[in-house]
């Protein structure tokens, strides 16, 4: 059993950054998949980015050039930079991990079996 806590959420005027981290727990695989997802009030939750444990990264373009996700191994922890927010990405951020060990590509929620309780992102105009 995995356990993610997410921390890091304010927050921040439109322009400026936060950085958020995704502490894991528990058992943990050598080979996995990691995501971070949000969901803004009375929409569905969207992916983001995902990273393998060998450090490959994927971002839907919404965020691509803007965000940056990361983990450091040693600390179990998974990161996501967030510089340019704009108001839109006022949202519940969420970590993930994919059933997988490795990245199917997608964002589907199904594909993803342990969650995080989320952190609350927002941004001021």
Not at 30 to 41: K, L
């Amino acid at each position: 059993h995995v356990r993610l806590v997410e921390s890091g959420g304010g927050s921040v005027q439109a322009g400026g950054s936060l950085r958020l981290s995704c502490a894991a727990s528990g058992y943990i695989y050598s080979s996995y998949c990691m995501g971070w997802f949000r969901q803004a009030p009375g929409k569905e939750r969207e992916g983001l980015a995902v990273i393998d444990s060998d450090g490959w990264t994927s971002y839907v373009d919404s965020v691509k050039g803007r965000f940056t996700i990361s983990q450091d191994n040693a600390k179990n922890t998974l990161y996501l930079q967030m510089n340019s927010l704009k108001p839109e990405a006022t949202a519940m951020y969420y970590c993930a991990e994919e059933f997988l060990a490795y990245c199917s590509g997608g964002y589907r929620e199904a594909d993803f079996g342990y969650w995080g309780q989320g952190t609350q992102v927002t941004v001021s105009s």
